[in-house]
């Protein structure tokens, strides 16, 4: 009898959460799971990063052995932040597309799967853009951007003429009226000369009597009909780039208000999976394949519009709506794909629970500077709600799982509160390790971000969702650290300076550790990661502005976003949570719980394929 392995990604669930609901009986088929064979929480890895954790999995190594670090990197030659998880590289002809190279490095399981000649079908599972061929299909996930390279950036329509555009959004101001004609903004047309931006004409109509936006496109034989706080069925568009070349892409209108003045929102372009302008699939044909039989889905990695949300385009009732679509389209897919699956390795992740936390969590959290005491009592349990469709989703794997099957259910990270966001550049500069040109101060205002530091004077500086990197000679472009006791001095100073800052308003600690990057890398591709990490306590994490290589306007102050729920702080504080069907080791791997590496080795060792000596884990079985 063929051997199977059932995967279920459930991005973020956070074991205080899930424990105290299996006592309460609320999680019904997670029960079952555990009750046939295990539960355990999971150790994620170094940061507590999806990206991250997730190529650990697939790769059965720490991070040092794969190569991504974070959703963020920077480039040395420019000392600017840069897309971590792949690259777009310029065509050398005029009439060539631009390459896209997968920045996750490392032998994936379904590599040494193909490699054995057992099959997989691996759907969504990060930094798998674009996809690589193997025996079997795969459809990318978390790093596949919008159709404008971009992740999910939405388009905001009104006939506000006060209003401007707001943070990962492009603004379209309506002329006044019911009938209207305005377009819908597509990908560069770089070929163009200055570059300019394509788009597809559209017409709407605002029906005051049906309460319905009413939308005419070029390519939709009908006009679209979209309710009042609604969201729409996908809709495609054509955008040209000349007579002979052409892109489509996917689209959902949300009608945020018709009157006084019409408002609606465009979610992020998505790549057409009938017809993508870069592969989202291997073979290149599985997306039309699944798009034919399931119809239209999302591609883009990140699927929920968050930036909507937090921008305040739509509220928290219809994220919830257009999250629900999403989590329909991957279920749809997952039992599409169970039907068919016989042997081998079987994967699909759902990132939903993820982006339902972080945009949600403040209402359970009456200490959050974001906490609205009036929503909080229709808010607050929505995330338990999630938890609960997540756990019915498992009913019709649990139907599929046969006595040759091994089903495993996990979550690659915790979660928790984010009250207060740390300013790891600004805490530089106020301790000497960091300068700034003309004597300035960091603020928001430094529009120009890096631009503004004085490389000669600075010795250290943050990019990315905690990293630290020191500017050596030889490696940045201005650098002016040797490796040696300078350096050290500098690394100590950040080591021991960071964990004794105090946030006067909590009168607590921010930062629990700083680790250099000896202490939690190995492997071929460690010495791309930052020198430093940042493990933050929880409530504390990296403030927005340092991220991507600006500054705040203090080192600590209250996170006023949406955004109110994290897991990117110190790692053994939001382990994941670990189901499988089959009793296994709880002293696997280098400490008492699992880790989220031991999920390789012990997946090939089940289906009776050799562990590589490249896989760091240990098999749980």
Not at 372 to 382: G, V
Request: charged share 25%.
């Amino acid at each position: 009898m063929r051997k199977k392995v059932i995967v279920i990604g459930l991005d973020g669930l956070e074991p205080s959460i899930v424990e105290p609901m299996l006592v309460r009986g609320e999680l019904p088929n997670l029960a079952k799971i555990r009750d046939s064979g295990s539960y355990s929480r999971l150790r994620t890895t170094y940061p507590a990063q999806t990206p991250v954790a997730w190529s650990s999995f697939a790769t059965g190594t720490n991070p040092g052995g794969h190569g991504i670090f974070d959703f963020i990197c920077r480039d040395p030659l420019t000392y600017q932040p840069d897309a971590a998880l792949s690259r777009f590289e310029r065509p050398k002809s005029t009439l060539a597309q631009p390459r896209v190279v997968n920045q996750r490095k490392g032998a994936p399981i379904w590599q040494v799967l193909t490699n054995a000649g057992v099959p997989s079908t691996i759907l969504r599972c990060p930094c798998t853009f674009p996809p690589e061929s193997l025996n079997g299909k795969m459809l990318a996930g978390v790093g596949v951007p919008d159709l404008r390279g971009s992740q999910s950036k939405g388009t905001f329509y009104t006939q506000d003429r006060t209003a401007s555009a707001k943070e990962s959004e492009q603004l379209i101001h309506l002329d006044s009226g019911d009938d209207l004609a305005t377009r819908v903004i597509g990908p560069r047309n770089t070929k163009q000369s200055p570059v300019c931006d394509t788009s597809c004409e559209i017409k709407v109509r605002a029906n005051k009597t049906t309460r319905k936006l009413e939308i005419q496109t070029g390519g939709a034989p009908a006009k679209i009909e979209v309710s009042e706080k609604g969201w729409s069925d996908w809709v495609r568009f054509k955008f040209k780039f000349s007579l002979l070349q052409s892109a489509t892409g996917i689209a959902r209108f949300y009608v945020r208000q018709l009157e006084p003045h019409l408002e609606f929102y465009v979610s992020a372009i998505n790549f057409d999976p009938a017809a993508p302008m870069f592969p989202v699939s291997s073979p290149s044909a599985y997306a039309k394949d699944l798009s034919e039989n399931l119809g239209l889905f999302s591609t883009v990695g990140m699927a929920e519009e968050h930036n909507g949300l937090n921008n305040g385009r739509f509220d928290e009732t219809a994220y919830l709506q257009q999250c629900e679509l999403v989590l329909e389209e991957r279920e749809r897919t997952m039992n599409f794909e169970l039907d068919r699956f016989s042997e081998g390795l079987f994967f699909i992740l759902f990132d939903t629970p993820d982006r339902v936390q972080h945009m949600l969590w403040r209402f359970r959290d009456p200490v959050h500077p974001y906490f609205e005491p009036d929503a909080a009592p229709e808010l607050a349990t929505r995330i338990e709600e999630h938890y609960r469709r997540c756990d019915a989703l498992l009913s019709s794997v649990l139907d599929k799982v046969d006595d040759n099957t091994l089903l495993v259910v996990l979550s690659d990270h915790g979660f928790g509160t984010f009250r207060r966001a740390f300013d790891t550049n600004t805490w530089l500069w106020q301790n000497g390790l960091l300068a700034l040109k003309h004597g300035r101060k960091p603020s928001e205002e430094i529009a120009e971000g890096y631009a503004a530091i004085d490389w000669s004077k600075t010795y250290a500086y943050a990019v990315g969702l905690g990293g630290i990197y020191l500017n050596f000679k030889g490696r940045e472009r201005n650098g002016i650290l040797e490796e040696g006791s300078e350096a050290e001095r500098v690394r100590r100073a950040i080591q021991t300076g960071m964990p004794e800052f105090t946030d006067t308003k909590s009168q607590s600690a921010a930062i629990r550790s700083v680790s250099a990057r000896d202490e939690i890398y190995s492997g071929p591709f460690a010495q791309n990661s930052p020198d430093l990490l940042v493990n933050f306590h929880r409530g504390f994490r990296v403030s927005w502005q340092s991220a991507v290589g600006g500054f705040a306007n203090s080192v600590i102050e209250d996170n006023m976003r949406r955004w109110s729920g994290d897991h990117i702080v110190d790692p053994e504080s939001v382990p994941g949570i670990l189901f499988m069907n089959q009793r296994f080791k709880q002293n696997a791997g280098n400490g008492a719980a699992p880790q989220i590496i031991d999920l390789a080795p012990t997946i090939l060792n089940y289906l009776g394929v050799p562990v590589p000596q490249s896989m760091e884990g240990a098999t749980l079985l």
